[in-house]
T-cell receptor, first 113, second 111 residues
């Protein structure tokens, strides 16, 4: 069964901490994405990557960075966590120019206190 | 860029009734429209999709319709069951590399 795996389901971090959210996919997908999901706001794109070592800003990149050193792994980094970054974070992947939608991970619910 | 609007934000129906969720998109070049279902504590899962060269697609109790002229598409669920309760997202893309999502509809099916 193909999968997108997010390393943590729940995380609690302190304000100012550096936070790493990890995502791994086993489908050999070129594209990987990070979204945050907040009530009433739907899914908002933070960063995405079409290839190894390549990244592009989404709609809300402020306060975040990403790393993609290997094709299967895409990391989201909160440089200095703040309470307004408390949210559900979803990773997704897809084939480049493919004919299908995303495959999503199960999400990481991050609470910053 | 593309803008996708989704209505209603919440929908409550009685078990056995039908449910309809509507989305509009802004970019006439968009050509693929998936629908996702997100159950509590899980990531969104693709449940049905439609391409711009098709007006309607059906899979058992769920169907999607597309009106390219009006730039809107809809999800129809018939004979709803309690397990249909979830958040549903529509999306649109023109190149399959980046998707634009609606804000979601929370469907509650009352037994």
């Amino acid at each position: 069964d193909v999968k997108v795996t997010q390393s943590s389901r729940y995380l609690v971090k302190r304000t100012g901490e550096k936070v790493f959210l990890e995502c791994v996919q086993d489908m050999d997908h070129e594209n990987m994405f990070w979204y945050r999901q907040d009530p009433g706001l739907g899914l908002r794109l933070i960063y995405f990557s079409y290839d190894v070592k390549m990244k592009e800003k989404g709609d809300i990149p402020e306060g975040y960075s990403v790393s993609r050193e290997k094709k299967e792994r895409f990391s989201l980094i909160l440089e200095s966590a703040s309470t307004n970054q408390t949210s559900m974070y979803l990773c997704a992947s897809s084939y480049q120019g493919g004919n299908y939608g995303y495959t999503f991970g199960s999400g990481t619910r991050l609470t910053v206190v | 860029g593309e803008n996708v609007e989704q209505h209603p934000s919440t929908l409550s129906v009685q078990e056995g009734d039908s449910a309809v969720i509507k989305c509009t998109y802004s970019d006439s070049a968009s050509n693929y429209f998936p629908w996702y279902k997100q159950e509590l504590g899980k990531g969104p899962q693709l449940i049905i999709d439609i391409r711009s060269n098709v007006g309607e697609k059906k899979d058992q109790r769920i169907a999607v319709t597309l009106n390219k002229t009006a730039k809107h598409f809809s999800l129809h669920i018939t004979e709803t069951q309690p397990e249909d309760s979830a958040v549903y997202f529509c999306a649109a893309t023109l190149n399959f590399n980046k998707f634009y999502f609606g804000s979601g509809t929370k469907l509650n099916v009352k037994p």
